[in-house]
């Protein structure tokens, strides 16, 4: 379906986030102007365990949101009843962080008289890029890489998605965070990975690049982890020093190199003309620097959003939200957490209870 920017430059919608490690809260106007986006993210309260715990994510988020809505809704100079909707991430996610934001959500639309609409986590991730591409319009290719999901996937339309490729094992994500834990860089992995490859030689060691039998666009990272797990082990029984910038830097190739190559094989099999990029793994500098050089090489357009629209944030989901809502798409008080939603799936989020 086309929708009209121009005439919805006025729509205001509160959009929320809470499925994983951070409580995050956004005003976006018009779909992709962002009035405000506050994030509060729960990485000291993890970083002792060394990834995040279900429980403690919880109730960090229990305690959080009703200030970070509120500063929210203050920084972008609006009240709740100024919203014409409040987009809520329903899944997928650690189900009792996602029920947080889910109830809280609901409270406030029954209470405020503004219809709640339930947002897809990695949908939101995809639409993080018509924030800084304001001239983005589907269709376009999209790699969706966070610390879930690994996922590649056509955006067709407006909320319409054809998922063409998956990770058979570990999302991206997991494989930085995993990795970094094995090399003592500790959590959050990515970024720290991220930081240490720069110091390091990418060359330096020889770590496989799985491909998938069944579906050649398909990643699997599991046997990746494993070869870096056995290199470590093999240095230390023959007495060897472990060089972690050579381990980041070639390990952090290794996963570059599947995502970019997967992606522009399928990107150039379908005559894909715009290429985009989402999700935390999304920020990896490394990463976005091999795909604007492949993609200029085949004369692809590349978006992707800036690293604080990666990762986890209200915005995308204010964004991906207010497409639904011009879709006509309206949650009801039954709408619950699915933690394991399907990218196009909008299970559970179609009004039954109302408001
Ligand atoms: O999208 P996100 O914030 O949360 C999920 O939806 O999972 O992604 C978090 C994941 C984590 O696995 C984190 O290690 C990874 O994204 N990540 C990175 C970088 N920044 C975050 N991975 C590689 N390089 C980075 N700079
Ligand atoms: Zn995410």
Not at 233 to 251: Q, W, Y
Not at 286 to 309: D, H, N
Request: with cysteine.
């Amino acid at each position: 379906m086309n929708i009209n920017l121009s005439e919805n430059k006025d729509l205001l919608v509160l959009g929320i986030e809470s499925s994983c490690d951070e409580t995050a809260a956004s005003v976006i106007k018009g779909c992709r102007e962002v009035l405000s986006n506050v994030i509060y993210s729960q990485i000291d309260l993890h970083t002792v365990y060394g990834g995040v715990v279900p429980e403690i994510a919880s109730r960090g988020h229990i305690e959080k949101i009703g200030t970070v809505v509120k500063q929210a809704l203050s920084e972008a100079g609006k009240s709740l009843e100024d919203m014409d909707a409040i987009a809520v991430t329903y899944g997928p996610g650690l189900v009792g962080a996602l029920l947080v934001g889910v109830a809280y959500a609901k409270a406030l639309g029954w209470a405020a008289g503004v219809p709640v609409v339930g947002v897809n986590h990695i949908e939101g991730h995809i639409c993080a890029n018509f924030i800084d591409n304001p001239l983005l319009e589907p269709p376009f290719m999209c790699l969706v890489a966070s610390g879930g999901h690994s996922h590649l996937v056509n955006v067709t339309g407006y909320g319409e998605y054809e998922i063409i490729a998956r990770t058979r094992d570990d999302a991206a994500g997991e494989a930085f965070d995993k990795v970094a834990r094995a090399i003592g860089l500790g959590y959050p992995g990515g970024p720290k990975i991220d930081r240490e490859a720069l110091k390091g030689d990418p060359d330096s060691i020889e770590f496989p690049r799985a491909k998938v039998r069944e579906n050649e666009y398909d990643f699997s990272f599991s046997g990746l982890k494993s070869a870096v797990l056995n290199y470590l082990n093999s240095c230390k029984m023959k007495g060897e020093e472990i060089n972690t910038a050579n381990v980041a830097a070639s390990f952090q190739k290794a996963v570059v190199d599947t995502l970019v190559g997967h992606s522009m094989q399928a990107a150039t099999d379908r005559g894909v003309t715009k290429f985009a990029i989402a999700g935390g793994v999304a920020s990896n500098s490394s990463l976005r620097k091999a795909f604007e050089e492949e993609c200029s090489k085949r004369g692809i357009e590349f978006m992707r959003p800036r690293p604080v629209y990666c990762t986890d944030n209200g915005a995308m989901i204010g964004v991906a939200g207010s497409y639904e809502y011009l879709l006509g798409y309206r949650s009801g008080l039954d709408l619950n957490a699915v933690p394991n939603l399907s990218i196009g799936d909008r299970k559970g989020a179609i009004k039954n209870v109302s408001l």
